[in-house]
Structures are given as C-alpha cells and as structure tokens.
C-alpha cells in the first residue's frame, strides 16, 4: 500500500516543502523591507533634528529642545541623547516600549535596532553630539502580520489543492487501472484501422485509442511530409521541375556504387541551342524551352525502368539507366535523340543539331568513373561534330541477346549457382552476435562466375525471375538439408517473384516444410515498393504468417516519401549506401529524417556502404542499429559451411 501511494507522498511532502520555501522567501522579503523602512526613518529623523536642533543649543533654550526631542520620541524612535561638546554634559529623552509579544516569532525575525550619532555645528564650530536609538518592535510586529496572513491563505490554498489533486489521482488512477487492462488486450490488434470496435466496453477509452492511432498516424505522415520537403527543396531544379545534379550523384551512387557489380550507363546531352535561345529571346524564353522539354523526356523515357532523367547544368540534361544492358541502353540513347529531333524542330532548328550525346555503357564500373567517361564521351562527340558518341566503361566481351538467352537457360537447367555471404553486425560492440548474414548469388557462366546484378538486367529482359528465384530456393534447401541453418540469413527476391501469385503459394509451401522460416528474412528494395507496393503488401503478409520476416533493402534510394513502411512492416531497413558514400550534412539530414521515420514504427536501422573503421566511427549510435559493408567483406557460403 505503501509503495502504491508513495508517489501521492511524495507530492505531499513536495508541497509542503514548496509552501515552507514560499514563506521563508517572504520571511526574508519581509524583513528586508522593514530594516530599510527603520533605517530610512532614522536617516529622516536625524536630518531633521541636525537642522532645528544647534540654534537652541547655541541660546541654551532649554524647554524648546526637550519640548522638540518629545515630539519626536515614539514607538519606534525611542531613545534620543544630547552632548555638550564644552562641558560633556549629557541628558537623554526615552520613550516607553511596548512590551513584545511576539514569542516564538521573535527568534524567527531579523529587524535589528538602528541607532545614528552625528555631530551638531552652528557657524562651522562642533557644539554638541546627538544619539538617536530606534526600536524594531513595530516592524517585527509588521512582519509577523503580514506573514500570519500569508501562512492562512497559503496554507488554506495549498491544503484545497492538495485535496482537489488526491480526488483527481484517486480518478487518474482508476482510469490507468481499466486502460492498462484494456491496452492489454489491444497489444495484438492493428493500430492502422481507425474505425473502433468496442474493444474496451468503455466508449470514451475507445475513442481516445483511436485518437491515438490517428495522431500516430498524423506523426508519420508529417515525418514523410518533412522528408518530401527536403527532397523537393533540395533535390529538384525550379525550372524544368526535373531531378537536379545533387539527386543525380546520389542516384548515381545507389546504383553504381564502389561495391556494386551491377551493369548500367550513363548519358550526357550538351544542348547549345538553348544558349541560342537564351541569346535570341532571354532566359524567360529559355526556362519556357526547358518545361517544354522537359515534359517531353518523362513522357517518352519517363515509363523506362528506374530511369533518372536530371537537369544537371544550365544546358545540360543527364540520364542514369541503372541495370541496363547495352542493348537497352542503345535503344533509349534512339528515343532520347528521337524527342530531342522533335524538340529541335518545334523551336525552328535542323534535325540532328543543335545538341550532342556522350553515353557510356560499364559494368561494375563506379558511378563517378561513369560520369567521367559519359562527360569525355560528350566533349568527343562535340570535337568531332557528331550526334553521339558511345563507349563502353571496361574492356570486356560483348555477348548477344540470343546468347545471354541460350547461357542463362542452360544455367537455371543446370542450377549453377553459389551462394556468398556478408556480416550484418550491431553497431553497439557489446554484442558480438551478428544481427544476420545477408546471402548473394553467384551464376557460373562460361566458366566465369557472375553475380546477380551481372546478369539481372538479363533476366528480366527474358522474363527469368520466377526460374531464377525457384532455383535461389531450391539451391538454399539443399544446403540446408546438407547442414541445417542455424543463423538468420536474408535474400533478395526478383520483382517479377513478388508479383507473381503462384510463386509466392510455392514458396510459402517450402518454408512451411523444408527451411527454418525463424532464420529467413527476405528483403524487398525500396524500387520494388514504389513500383509494385500491393503485390508487395500481399508477400510480406504470407512471409509475415510463416514465421519468416520481412526487410527493406536500399531505404532512401528516392529520397521521398516512404509511406509503404506502415503497410510492409518491416523488421528492418537497410538505408541505401549513397547515404554513407559522402558523409556531408546534407547525407546526415537525410538520414536523421529517414532514419527517425523508421524508429517511429519501432524498425530497426541498418547503414550499407560501410568501408572501414573510419566510415564505421562516423556513424550515430543514436539513428544507426547496426551496419553492413566491404569492412567485413562477402566470403562464399561453401568454405564456410562449418560456421554455418
């Protein structure tokens, strides 16, 4: 009982130590008042008495300085003495006191005696010394009033409110009694309808739950709201109301990073007949050109694949074609150059010119190298007076369609695959334990192996996801019947996989009967939400009701909205490696807001991208739950099989 109202105690006695604090602070004020009203009395009576009284007692008159000293004698002045400064004769007027009755208060109280001395003059020669001696009883008497005044109502106010706040805590803890039973039994329930049952039997605590999830749900919405801002404030060009060069870097970056064995390419057009425009008719004419434009490159290219179209210069457009292959990349350099004809033409210039291509093609070739090469690509193609130029970022082999067709079939019959692995480990050292392993995959094709982002624009180009990702199952059912898998570990599943209704049916079968749906997390990237995010919703559903977990890959990529957080559920987020690629202050905004909209929905924060110790001790304990990166670099899953 004790312990259950000890908060009720303490509130008590805080009150009570609050009105002792109070009134000694009056106490105090009080006091101080008093003394300087007696010292300022004396002062005035002292004044008053060095002005009348050397004249009489330069006449010895007596009568008029005993009739002035009892005139001024009083309570409070009750002592005044003369000295003859020739004869040091001394007389001394006393005034009776009232006896004090303050008793206890008396000790309580600091009004002091005040007495003044001062020598009377009369035509600059010292004739007699006055001595005046004031009593505090009167002030210490004002005092005691006013604080026995204080102490009633103060006492008084303190006690009804005292009485006011047990009734209301009796109340408050009535309601927490019946609300923690009722919260109870929402544990299990989803917040995210905000049509209320009565799950409760009491209207008013329902209506409140639901205003609870309505105001979480208005918390994360204006998280969203302030991420969109940003990337419309910080990534977007007013004009053109196209992606500006900082957006393209950091797409640049997530897709074609250091660590990414991906294929893609990157193009360049310089368009001097913009400056033709701007010298011709002015900049309102220019930024005129340049909506028109750019509404013409989203409708023709805007349906591609994960395309990022950015106005990266004043005439300058770049385009970021992640996971392409050279064949795709060739065919939208022709649409490209198609609407950039028609765009020629309308404003009155020949086709072909006017504007130059350089484009390069590269596979696991850094996103920076590839900008440097597309913008020496442009400046060839600019020298040398041509449409386009178009190199590739390595030296390898070109191989066909039809071949890649006939080398991937034959390795999906064959299942030649690997896996490889890679540390997912808690940033806090204390735990030592790796949070899970993520698991790529490796195809052997002509004796080479390849990995997935090689031969993933392949696939989907033949429409192989489903094939592929049944062989990444089948592959990870054998190992683990060869030895039981007894870590967490987390693969990436084709777009096309998602989607796909029967896919997801079979998949669910094997996890129920042949894996350790407890160790399997399976990541879905953040293209794969804003592309699909049903068909996403319904998988991580089914994974959810195995046992099995679900994580986003990639979070960030887009820097905008990430409202399918609330609908996925995920355990985890990956924040996309741009993120981490240059520690600058804009990366570490995005990644506080990011990272604060995923802790809103209690999910855990993984940074990717990490290099080293240096990149690792740049991280914020505060946003980042774990890390992932080339600092614990992927080994094959073979040689490992003992660990495993």
Sequence with gaps: MITKRYSLLLVYFSAMLLLAVFLTGQLFMSTHEQQARLIQRADVATDQLVQTLPKFITYYDTDSIKLIANSILSQEITAISLTDQITSESITWTHKTTPNNLGWFFSLSQVTPVERTVELEDDGAVIASLSLTLSPNIANQDVASHLSGLISSASLLTLALL?????????????????????????????SSLESSKRSGLPLLDQAIDGLAQQVQRLIKSLNNELKTLHNSMMYDAVSSLPNRQFFIHQLNSWMGEDNDSQGAVLITKMEWLDTIYRHYGFAARDETWRLLSSSLQSALGSQSNICIARISETEVALLLPEYSEEQSRHCLHILISTLNNEVAMAGFEANEGFSIGVVHGHGVPGSQLLSLADNALQRAIQVNEVFVFNRGADEQVIDRETWRALLTDTLQKKTIRFQWQAVNNLDSSISKPLHYELFTQALIENQWHSAGRIMPYVQLFKKGVEFDRVVIESLIALHKNLPIETRIALNLTDESLSNKAFCDWLVQKIHTELPSKNLYFEISEASARNNLDACITFSEKIRKTGAF?????????????????????????????????????????????????DSLDITVIATGVKDEESKSQLDTLFIDAYQGFIHPPVVVMAQEKAM
Aim: hydrophobic fraction near 40%; charged fraction near 25%.
């Design 550 to 598: 679900v994580g986003v890959d990639h979070f960030g990529r887009y820097l905008q909205g990430v409202e399918y957080l609330a609908k996925l559920k995920p355990s985890y987020v990956k924040l996309d490696q741009a993120l981490s690629q240059e520690q600058n202050s804009q990366n570490r905004l995005f990644t506080e807001t990011l990272a604060n909209i995923a």
């Design 163 to 191: 009485f006011i706040f047990t009734i209301l805590d009796e109340k408050r803890r009535q309601a927490i009694k019946k609300a923690t039973s009722t919260i109870h039994q929402l544990a299990v329930q989803d917040f």
